[in-house]
Structure formats: structure tokens, C-alpha cells
């Protein structure tokens, strides 16, 4: 029996919706299904705005235009992050400063943030790591203390809650992902949400490649031109069916994602002192992105990979620190970030998809016993 990673499923309609896109004669951006999951987000999370783009890459790009990023603005990030998180700012010719991870957690470490702040600090970019919160109320008064935006990189945060906050709902703009390993899928596919009216407007223009052709299709003007810089972020109507599809049953998926995630630690919950396990702090919720733990090495780890491999059983881990990273760490200097590091060298992710079976999970979970001698 091969238990691979991630397998994307169909949950319901997507078929059916994609066809009923085609037939309806427009595929391109903004079409009927790109409008049904804009008011699905803005009425279910209260986003005050929701667009969808063609990746939570292109959704952060958007973000760091919007806050107006130059050269010279420094941003405050985990370094523990996938690199889209770090080139959206670069691009636009930010310097990165990088925190350390928690010791409890892979995500930032909210008590070092405020002391990584100077006068050209534009904003701070918060990794939602597995869906889990970080503790927005330290984060959103540092904000306002020193003048800052926030973003949210919720790519991996959908339906998760922060003190009864949607993740992405908190922050001025805030970026999903959609991508085949997500929660909600569409493929590729991701999403910005304005959460700060200032930045409505514009939002629309820079997602449309600088121009106000949204205002044109709504009436608000005779023609369109352009009068900003943007790009081409929006989606196809056959990617935002398929997200549309997988959101009518966004409680069937988030249910069955939860069970598979009580049961991995459930089982290996033995294992508590002998590796690291997820922790879901008081004030945050658990979307079940994500099961992972986290070996004493990358000794340790590499051993657990392959020990699994020969039981087809397949486990990935990620990242690597970005402060160690070859194209930026002679910018970063010799700062260390331990913790970061820690969770690059000994982070594990088990499968973990909607089809997977409880019965394929306690198999997993057993060889992960067999191989600890536990």
C-alpha cells in the first residue's frame, strides 16, 4: 500500500462547474465563479474585501505595491517560510529582516519582533505556520505603536481563528493559498483580502494591470485607462469553479482534515518526549493543514524518511531558513536564528489529505512507532 503525500480530491461539483463555465462563454477573470467565491469569503470570514488571484504569491506581490514597498523599507518576516513570503518584498526593494522562530512552534517569535524595528521598518509580514495563529494582539499593537502595516501570509490559514477572528480578517491585507496541498484547492490559485478600506480601490486597479477597468465593467466610468502600475493577477473562471466546487463543502473537507489530525496525535502522543509535536496555543484554532513533528537532528530525520520510504510511505519537510538561503545570506549577516534552524533541520509533515483513511493514518503512525522502538 503506497500512502504518497498529498493526493488532490474532488470533493463534489467541480466538474460540473467547470463545464458550466465554459458554456457560459467567459473563462477569463472575474467571471460568475470568481464573483461566487468573492461573496462566499466576504460573507462567511468578513473580509471587507476579497480578490481572487492566480497564486498567494501574486496576492503578496499585490500587498507590498499597496503599501507602496521602495528601496530602503525594511520588513519584519520569519525566516522559517516559504521563499514567496520574502520575494514579494524584494521585488519591490525591501530589505528583509528576518525573526527567530518560537520554541514551541515553528511560527515567529512575536517577543523578538519589536526590538528588530527601526525607523525603516514599513511593515511585518506574519506566517500563519499550519494554519495556527500567531498572537495578533502583539502584533497589531506593535503596529500601532510604531506605525506599521501588517500582513497576514495565511496561505496555509483558511477557516482557522485567532481569538474568533478569522486568520486574514486581522491584518491591513492579508494573502490565502489554493494551491493542490492546501486545505481548499484550485490547483494553483490564491487570494488577497483588504481589510483596510484605504487600499479597496487601488486593490482592484493594481490586480488589473493598473488600470480601472473594474470600474469600467461597473458603470463607474465610459472607458478604462491606466492609471497605475499592477499586473495581470486574476484567475481564470475555470480555477475559481473548482475553488467554488471545494468551498460548498469546506465543512465536509475541514471535518474529515480534523480527524485525520486528532488521530495522528492521538497515536503518537506517546512520542511527546521523545520528539516535538503540534501545539494549538489557547487563543488559536487548528484548520488541520497540517500534521508534522519535529526530530532532536536532521540525523534523525533523514533516518525516520527513509525508514518510512521503504514502507511507501511518503513524508516531506520544509524549509529551509531563509537567512541561510544562498541568494541572502550575506545580506542577513551573522545573526543567528536557532530555532529556525532547528525546525529546518527537524521538521517532518505527514500525509495528510481529505481521502486519506484513518486506517492508512494508524499505519502511518505505527511505522513511526516501529521506527522510534516505542
Known amino acids: 500500500m503506497h500512502i504518497p503525500f498529498n493526493k488532490p480530491s474532488i470533493s463534489g461539483n467541480e466538474m460540473a462547474y467547470i463545464q458550466q463555465a465554459v458554456e457560459s462563454g467567459k473563462i477569463s477573470g472575474d467571471g460568475m465563479f470568481t464573483k461566487k467565491c468573492h461573496k462566499f469569503f466576504e460573507e462567511r470570514f468578513g473580509f471587507k474585501k476579497a480578490l481572487l488571484t492566480t497564486s498567494c504569491t501574486d496576492a503578496l506581490e499585490m500587498a507590498a505595491i499597496l503599501i507602496n514597498i521602495r528601496e530602503g523599507d525594511e520588513v519584519i518576516l520569519p525566516s522559517y517560510t516559504f521563499v514567496s513570503t520574502a520575494n514579494a518584498f524584494v521585488l519591490r526593494g525591501a530589505k528583509l529582516i528576518f525573526a527567530d522562530s518560537r520554541k514551541d512552534h515553528p511560527g515567529m517569535d512575536e517577543a523578538l519582533i519589536e526590538s528588530l524595528i527601526t525607523e525603516k521598518t514599513k511593515a511585518i509580514v506574519v506566517v500563519h505556520y499550519a494554519g495556527v495563529a500567531c498572537d495578533m494582539d502583539i502584533i497589531m ?3 500601532e505603536k510604531h506605525n506599521l502595516y501588517i500582513i ?6 483558511i477557516d482557522s481563528y485567532y481569538k474568533n477572528k478569522p486568520l486574514g480578517s486581522i491584518g491591513h491585507l492579508a494573502s490565502f493559498s489554493f494551491h493542490e496541498t ?5 490547483g494553483e490559485g490564491g487570494m488577497l483580502t483588504i481589510n483596510d478600506e484605504q487600499f479597496k480601490e487601488r ?20 472607458k478604462y485607462n491606466w492609471v497605475d502600475i499592477g499586473s495581470s493577477y486574476l484567475p ?22 480534523k480527524l485525520i489530525w486528532e488521530t495522528y496525535m492521538e497515536e503518537l502522543k506517546v ?3 521523545v520528539v516535538q509535536l503540534p501545539v494549538i496555543p489557547d487563543y488559536a484554532t487548528n484548520n488541520a493543514h497540517m500534521f508534522y513533528l519535529v526530530c532532536k537532528n536532521i540525523e534523525q530525520r533523514d533516518a525516520l524518511i527513509n525508514y518510512l520510504k521503504e514502507k511507501n510511505i511518503h513524508t516531506v519537510f520544509h524549509y529551509i531558513s531563509l537567512h541561510n538561503s544562498p541568494f541572502y545570506k550575506d545580506i542577513h549577516g551573522d545573526r543567528r536564528l536557532p530555532l529556525s534552524d532547528f525546525y529546518s533541520e527537524g521538521l517532518l509533515r505527514l500525509p495528510l489529505y481529505y481521502e486519506l483513511e484513518i486506517d492508512q493514518v494508524k499505519a502511518v503512525s505505527k511505522s513511526i512507532l516501529s521506527f522510534f522502538k516505542v
Open 141 to 143: 499593537q506593535l503596529a
Open 152 to 157: 497576514e501570509d495565511a496561505a496555509q490559514g
Open 271 to 273: 512520542l511527546k518526549d
Open 182 to 186: 492546501k486545505n481548499i484547492i484550485s
Open 236 to 257: 481564470s473562471d475555470i480555477i475559481a469553479a473548482f475553488l467554488y466546487a471545494q468551498l460548498e463543502n469546506l465543512e465536509k473537507i475541514q471535518d474529515k482534515r
Open 203 to 222: 486593490a482592484e486597479i493594481v490586480r488589473e494591470k493598473g488600470t480601472n477597468r473594474s470600474k469600467f465593467f461597473r458603470g463607474e466610468v465610459d
